[in-house]
């Protein structure tokens, strides 16, 4: 597969503000469902151990109060951190662990290794066919075990959602409206998830239900995932019958794929052990971010820092522009960027 890492292609990608081919070639499977769940594991298990390492020692000092709810752009943070240590303590489940950047524990690289593994560029590449892929943020969550209800939560269920609800701020449509920015998700079992151990649940189809968004309530930290399922069904006119949710069963070092248009959330772990996942969001060379400056929007304000520890790019020329409008300025960014690798 031709990759824009020469000059000319370079120059023809700042020319256009378009870096790559589009995921028009994504897999059927892909196209069809709006993801895809790997068969067996994507990542070798010495790189999963080792991440998953980190993701204990991390979990761990945000329960220690060691990360602030401040946003930064240096460190990680425990933005809308649902946990309950006390109902932990009292031998309940304690609630959500979520933090935001992860990688960016410097004293850590499990994450920032993992991130960078080619196998997992290669299988985002195979599920989308884009050829310039950047990491853009990630979330950590580790679900503990325990009891719970499946449809009104413990504070552990993660509310039905479309990522778009939250990123459509920071990513826009192309320029003349024709294309959807290209962004999607390489969710990463760090541990087995089995049916019981609250599994993500996917959407078949519902990227294409409501032509981009749809009316869901309170969206990722709603509980009452029976009541998001009926106000989403009915805002885009279907039935109960529709909803099937498809469970991302998978092992360690499995790594499901979705369109940042599909619906998707989680019930509670019944099993013993935690949880351990990490949403890795990325982006193809057809997306257009809004912001201009680094540190200008939540939300893309690490697409400046290419660095292997913050949002490298995994596949493609990293010195290739961002895709974005206002291109020469990224040309630029990037450039810098690059130097300081
Ligand atoms: O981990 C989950 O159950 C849901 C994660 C999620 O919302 C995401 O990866 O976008």
Known sequence: ????????????????????E???????????????????????????????????????RADAGEYSPQASMVAPHVQDVVHDL????????????????PQLDTSEHGIAELMNRPELAAWCQEVTGADWLQVWWIQLHGKPGGEGTD??????SIGFHQDKNYWNSSFDISENGAEESEIFTAWIALSDVGPDSGPMQLLRGSHLWA???????????????LEQ???????????PEEWEPVPAVLPAGGVSVHDWRTLHGSGPNHSDEMRMSLAIHMRTGRSWPRSNEPGENYLDQFLHDRRPHCCPVVLGDPAAIRGDRTAPIFADAAAEQVAKL
């Open 1 to 20: 597969m031709a990759r824009p890492n020469d000059a000319a292609a370079a120059a023809a990608a700042s020319a256009t503000g378009i870096v790559g």
């Open 22 to 60: 589009s995921w028009t070639r994504r897999s059927a499977q892909f196209a069809r469902d709006g993801f895809a769940l790997s068969d067996g594991p994507v990542l070798p298990p010495d790189v999963v151990a080792r991440a998953r390492a980190s993701f204990e020692r991390i979990v761990a």
């Open 211 to 225: 032509n981009g968004l749809m009316q869901i309530p309170a969206f990722f930290h709603h509980q009452d995932l």
């Open 86 to 101: 006390a109902a932990e303590d009292a031998g309940g489940a304690g609630g959500l662990r979520k933090v935001e950047m």
């Open 229 to 239: 399922r009926d106000v989403a069904l009915s805002s885009v006119g279907l039935g």
């Open 151 to 156: 449809d009104a939560g413990d504070g552990t």
